[in-house]
Structure formats: structure tokens, C-alpha cells
């Protein structure tokens, strides 16, 4: 007769040790593409040279020497000594700190063989500065990122020919505008820009971006980088404590450029409104001529003080401001849906946006007579304190945390290179598999990417 009591143990002993072998490196395993230093680290040594600068756009305003930005691996410099969490970031060094933040990761394959995903450390934006700066290099443009794509085709062939390139990523530090400009002599180059996202050698390529196209295939956008990198969990759980009690006086806030606009625009509407209020409904933080760059106390103190921060488009439709106002616990609004919900779906899922933030059409601002003072204050208390604590619980998602950060910090939150990197993991499966079973067409039909949370 079978002893029953026996084979349970055994079959849950299976089960666990089952669970056990499990591989957590499943469908993640990244290799990091060897490259030559001329297309990333040498890259950093120039930083003040004549011909490609990369001092700090602010220093006139703040007196910072050029190239302390390049500290704590792109991080910049500390806000102040004392300080454990706050950096005086450029985002121009954001590709630096991503690929050190790659480096760490548990899942690196050396062999690419093994690998599900080829990281790329390029640094794209870096290497646009010499095309970007120079007026004379305006024709040569379209040649940004071309030494890559041979150095790739040429070098162990066998790692891009795998997939087709399908496999391959790499981050970019700017929008997807300023690096998609029409490749040939016939098309006219606009000044300040690349075709790095034309090149044919590098179309198959997933590109991580801080601002993504309309019709985006190539590339996602992942969250600007803003000056807040806690390195443990008690550090973030106290910045958010602080945001939660913060004592909200001011209705309203905006940072950002304060000259008034020639014709009729949103942010125009923005500065008459708060010019003829006279009492502290509206705050104007002004950030012109790169007064903000690395200050973060010159806002994150005033947006811990006002319940709602205006998000209007600048020369591109997001702004960094949108993310430091999610860390601040101030309610964004927005006046278009391509400033943040049409493009960071891996971070922010698009369906609970009217959990955390308000949407106020601009053409009903600009045109319709619509104001945004009046209909912010008709927005009951308990609604402004829900979606401020939503907005607090996505904090995390939109934060970057310093490389070496406790293992506490790495087990407790996904932050946004995390959800990137798991982001481009599933739209890399999506498309080998479609690649694996013979239906390439199924990569252009790919469903909504976003993530509900």
C-alpha cells in the first residue's frame, strides 16, 4: 500500500527544490558590448577643451568650475557636504552614470552567445557635441554615429548578425528629435542636430531616449534625470516623509523660462495669468539663462510648497520639471498629452494619469479663455491630497538611485533604469520571437508596451 504521507513530503520537496533551481537570469541576461574608449570614456576627457566643451552651461550664474559634472560617475557633485541624496546632475553625462548603473546589474553575460540583450555603451549625446557646437560641422551631421555602426559590422560580426541588431540598445542623454534628421545632401541640415537615428546600420536598434517621437518604433523614453539619487531606503522613505507633511501654501507653481513669448502660447497664457494675481496663489520660479541647471534647492524648495506645477512644452514637449515635481509631491499639469502620457509608459502607466496629475488642453488655455488658476482652485482639498500621495508612490519609479546602492534600496523599489532595462527586455522578446517564428511583420504591430500598476 503506497505510504500517501511519504510521497506528499517528496512531491513538496520536489516542488520546492523545483522553485530553487529556478534561473532569476531567465530572459535577462545582458551583455555589455566592448567597445573602444573613443566612443565613450575618451569621450569625458575633453570635457573644457575649446573644440568640445562640456563645462557647465550654468557656471556663469553659480561660479561652478567646468567639469565637476563628471564626478560620482556623471552624478555631479553633491548640492552640499552634508548632503547624501541630492547632485548638481547633467543630464548631458546621463549615458556615463547609465552604463555604470549596467555594470552592476546581476544578470551580465560575457559571453554575448548567452546573452537575451547587447547593451551598447555609446555616448551618443557626447559624441554629437563636436556636430551639435560647430557651425562648420552643420553638413557633416549625418555622419554622427556612423564609426559605431562600422566598428560593430566589423568588429566579431557574429553578435549583431545574431538578431539583426534587434537585441542591441543603447541610451541616448536628449530627445529623439534632435537625432533624427534626414540622412543625404539633398535634405537640409537643421543646425544642432543628427541622423544618428537614421543610420540604416543602427534601425534595428533600441534606443533609449529622454524624449521619444510621435510615431516612435526605434526609440522609448525613459524619465529625465533629475538631482535626487538616494543610496539606501531610509534615505528615500525620509525625502518622501518630507514631501508628505511638507506644508502646501501656494496654489500654483512654475519653473522655468520667464521672458514673455513674441506670439500666443501656453506659457505666455502662464505668465499674464500669475502677472495679475496679486496674492501667492502663483509662483514664477525663473530658471532663464540656466539659473536652474544645478541648483535643485532653487525649485524643490518652492515645489515642496505649492499643491500643483505647471508642465507646459518648451522647444519640445517634456521637461525634466515633471519629474521633479512627482518627487516633490506636486501635483503636475499638463496641456498636451505628448508632454509625459503619450511617452513614459514603462514608468508612468498612461490609463492612471488622472490619478496623480490634471490635464488642461492648452488651445482651451491659449484660445478659449479657460483659467488655470480658477479651475485649480475648484479642485476639492481631498482630491488635491490623493493625487499628491499617488503622485509620492510613483516617486520611486521616476528617481535614479546612485550606483552602490544598498542592497535594502535594490530589493525595496524598481527605480527608472530598473523599469528601462525590464522594458527593453520585453520589447526585445517581443521581437525575436517574431524574428524566431518567421513573422518579422509582427514587430511593426506590436502591442501597447505600457505597464499597469
Not at 557635441?129 to 560580426?157: K, N, Q, T
Not at 492648452?362 to 499628491?388: C, Q
Not at 544598498?406 to 517581443?430: F, P, Q, T
Amino acid at each position: 500500500m503506497p505510504n500517501f504521507p511519504f510521497l506528499l513530503i517528496l512531491l513538496t520537496v520536489a516542488a520546492v527544490s523545483g522553485d530553487d533551481d529556478a534561473d532569476p537570469c531567465a530572459g535577462r541576461r545582458i551583455h555589455i558590448r566592448r567597445l573602444p574608449p573613443r566612443f565613450n570614456t575618451d569621450l569625458l576627457r575633453h570635457c573644457g577643451a575649446a573644440s568640445f566643451p562640456l563645462s557647465d552651461p550654468s557656471s556663469s550664474a553659480t561660479s561652478a568650475p567646468p567639469c565637476e559634472s563628471l564626478a560620482n560617475h556623471g552624478l555631479g557633485p553633491r548640492t552640499h557636504p552634508r548632503t547624501r541624496s541630492w547632485y548638481r546632475t547633467d543630464p548631458r553625462l546621463f549615458e556615463a552614470f547609465f552604463h555604470r548603473r549596467v555594470q552592476e546589474m546581476g544578470c551580465l553575460a560575457a559571453d554575448p552567445a548567452d546573452a537575451d540583450a547587447v547593451f551598447v555603451p555609446y555616448y551618443a549625446a557626447l559624441d554629437a557635441l563636436p556636430y551639435v557646437l560647430d557651425p562648420a560641422l552643420l553638413d557633416a551631421s549625418g555622419s554622427h554615429g556612423a564609426a559605431l555602426a562600422e566598428f560593430l559590422a566589423r568588429d566579431s560580426p557574429r553578435i549583431l548578425a545574431r538578431r539583426q541588431g534587434h537585441d542591441h540598445f543603447l541610451v541616448v542623454a536628449g530627445s529623439a528629435w534632435d537625432h533624427a534628421q534626414p540622412l543625404g545632401p539633398q535634405e537640409s541640415r537643421l543646425w544642432g542636430s543628427t541622423s544618428l537615428l537614421r543610420l540604416p546600420a543602427l534601425a534595428n536598434f533600441t534606443f533609449l531616449t529622454l524624449e521619444s517621437r510621435a510615431w516612435a518604433w526605434q526609440e522609448h523614453a525613459i524619465p529625465h534625470p533629475t538631482s535626487f539619487h538616494p543610496s539606501t531606503l531610509p534615505l528615500l522613505r525620509a525625502w518622501l516623509a518630507r514631501a508628505r507633511r511638507s506644508r502646501r501654501d501656494t496654489l500654483v507653481l512654475f519653473a522655468g523660462g520667464a521672458a514673455r513669448p513674441s506670439r500666443p502660447n501656453i506659457r505666455g497664457s502662464i505668465l499674464a495669468e500669475c502677472a495679475n494675481r496679486t496674492d501667492a496663489a502663483c509662483v514664477v520660479v525663473d530658471c532663464s539663462n540656466g539659473r536652474c541647471a544645478r541648483d535643485p534647492a532653487r525649485y524643490m524648495r518652492p515645489m515642496l510648497r505649492a499643491r500643483f506645477c505647471l508642465q507646459p512644452p518648451g522647444d519640445t514637449p517634456t521637461r525634466r520639471s515633471t519629474f521633479d515635481a512627482v518627487l516633490a509631491g506636486c501635483v503636475p499639469v499638463f496641456f498636451e498629452d505628448l508632454a509625459a502620457r503619450r511617452q513614459y509608459g514603462w514608468h508612468l502607466p498612461p490609463t492612471r494619469y488622472d490619478e496623480f496629475s490634471v490635464h488642461m488642453p492648452k488651445e482651451a488655455v491659449v484660445f478659449g479663455g479657460v483659467k488655470i488658476i480658477s479651475t485649480l482652485e475648484a479642485v476639492p482639498g481631498h482630491e488635491v491630497r490623493r493625487m499628491r500621495e499617488r503622485a509620492l508612490e510613483y516617486a520611486p519609479r521616476v528617481m535614479y538611485r546612485r550606483h552602490g546602492s544598498s542592497e535594502e534600496l535594490r530589493e525595496a523599489v524598481k527605480d527608472a533604469v530598473d523599469l528601462a532595462v525590464d522594458g527593453v527586455l520585453r520589447r526585445i522578446r517581443w521581437r525575436t520571437s517574431a524574428l524566431e517564428e518567421g513573422r518579422p511583420e509582427r514587430m511593426y504591430t506590436q502591442e501597447d508596451e505600457s505597464v499597469e500598476e
